[in-house]
């Protein structure tokens, strides 16, 4: 069976807020869905989508793909915050490609990590029964949000368009400013270790869905015996 990686995802102190605020951001939340699931359809295995409350949840054909959902959420839903909790492995999907309808060890441990995120108030954790990923993983994350947190509104605007652009350049151009001024204003927000953080993450994520390949591919041929 194909592992599939599943994303938990939760609204930070939303049940704090006023009712008719909450009710203003699970509108905005519903719009930036919409928009996540059409622009990435060809990664999903099954589409993002409000399961209760403020909590939500979509299924990832491939890991390698994580980061780039948390970062596009990320900018879709800004200032709002949101944690999110990753499972990873074997679903059961009966007949239907809506996450409310399927079932699996995937779905539990997506769960049981958007809980371990609430209760240590981490933005992502990890659960994919793999510990020493997950240690690496989770760790990774923490750095990378421990840095996220100091940022100015500024920060971030230039860190999405330097991911999106590309170049110092670009982002300068798009701004009305000096290439000198988003070099500064990105390394001083230390966003450029942002990005090699998330590098490696991609790297870490590629080759563990190309382990589970070759590991699923073994049993194939095991079984064929």
């Not at 230039?158 to 990105?186: C, I, N």
């Amino acid at each position: 069976m194909q592992p599939y990686t599943v994303i938990n995802g939760d609204i930070k102190s939303s049940r704090k807020m006023p009712k008719m605020e909450r009710y203003e951001w699970q509108l905005f939340m519903k719009s930036a869905i919409v928009q996540l699931n059409e622009q990435y359809q060809a990664l999903i295995e099954a589409p993002f989508m409000i399961t209760k409350g403020d909590e939500f949840q979509g299924v990832l054909k491939k890991m390698c793909d994580v980061n780039k959902i948390i970062c596009k959420f990320e900018r879709l839903i800004y200032p709002l915050q949101v944690r999110f909790g990753v499972g990873y492995g074997n679903i059961q999907k009966m007949g239907s490609k809506i996450p409310i309808e399927m079932d699996g060890p995937a779905f539990h441990r997506a769960g049981e990590a958007l809980s371990i995120a609430k209760q240590k108030k981490r933005v992502v954790w990890f659960n994919t029964a793999a510990v020493n990923f997950d240690v690496t993983v989770n760790t990774i994350y923490q750095l990378i949000f421990a840095i996220k947190s100091r940022w100015s509104k500024t920060s971030y605007n230039r860190y999405w368009k330097y991911k999106e652009f590309g170049t110092y350049d670009r982002v300068a151009q798009a701004e009305g400013v000096t290439p000198q001024a988003v070099w500064d204003s990105l390394h001083n927000a230390r966003a450029m270790d942002v990005i090699e953080a998330e590098k490696v993450l991609e790297e870490i994520f590629k080759k563990r869905d190309i382990d589970m390949i070759l590991a699923s591919n073994a049993d194939i041929v095991d079984s064929s015996f």
